[in-house]
Structures are given as C-alpha cells and as structure tokens.
C-alpha cells in the first residue's frame, strides 16, 4: 500500500496491528504506532485498541497500560484487551485489578472478558479469585457456564 500510495484506513491498520500482536512484532507494531500519529489515527477507538492490544501481547505493559489510561472513552474491547493481555502473561493481579475497575465504573463485563479474567486466574495460580468471579458471573451478570 504505502509504495503504491494508498492511505490506509483505520480497519486496514487494525488489521495489520492485529497481526504485529499475533506474531509479537513489536518493532513493525511501534512503526505502524508512529504512521498512525502521523496520520492522525492514534485517537480512533478502533485503532487505539489495536495499539493496546498489540503492546500487551508483545509484553510492552506499561505502553498499552499509557494508552489505555490515556483514552476519553472506553469499549468493552479496550477492558478486555488489557485483561488479557495482563492475562497471557501470567499477571492475573494486574488483570483482576483491570477487571475490578471496569466493573466499578459501570462496564457490565462480556463473555470475552469472563474467559480472559478466568484465564489471567487459573495461569496465575488465583484459584480462589477465579472461583469468587465464576460465581459472580452467573450470579450477578447471568452469564451461564
């Protein structure tokens, strides 16, 4: 794209962040991090949750941690890319931490975000979290097993 002179769009850079986190590319996902400024993407949701999604999985914490701090607004999706990246890496507190604040600040959690905070429990040893949270789960957001 970029040699034939083609801008990309936001889902196009979403893709390619999304494949930069799968394959744990962080230099080519800083690059695409860098054209998104330049381009004046940085500060769509779409392309932000891309970013934080690719910094966590690459072990870049305290970037996507920045970002994600440094959003106006919040989808379900950005909570749940930060749990499951604190998750995959075996920081179930700092995912439960994710997790607690989301709740608290009136994000009613999804499937996804069940699987991912369970996961970050059961990778992180935090037996008797993870069980208080699947009991929740059905209990207080009717989300069955």
């Not at 936001?10 to 800083?30: E, K």
């Not at 499951?84 to 975000?113: C, Q, S």
């Amino acid at each position: 794209m970029h040699f034939d002179q083609v801008l990309a769009n936001v889902v196009t850079v979403a893709s390619v962040l999304s494949v930069c986190a799968d394959l744990s590319a962080l230099c080519f996902g800083i690059e695409i991090h860098a054209r998104t400024v330049r381009l004046l993407m940085d500060k769509e949701m779409l392309v932000t949750n891309g970013l934080i999604n690719m910094y966590m999985k690459c072990g870049s914490f305290r970037i996507g941690h920045s970002l994600f701090e440094g959003m106006d607004v919040r989808d379900i999706i950005s909570w749940n890319v930060m749990i499951t990246g604190y998750g995959m890496h075996g920081l179930g507190d700092e995912a439960l931490k994710i997790f607690y604040r989301m709740v608290d600040d009136g994000v009613k959690p999804d499937e996804v975000t069940f699987v991912a905070v369970l996961f970050a429990c059961s990778h992180s040893g935090l037996v008797v979290e993870g069980r208080d949270i699947f009991d929740r789960m059905t209990r207080e957001f009717g989300i069955e097993a």
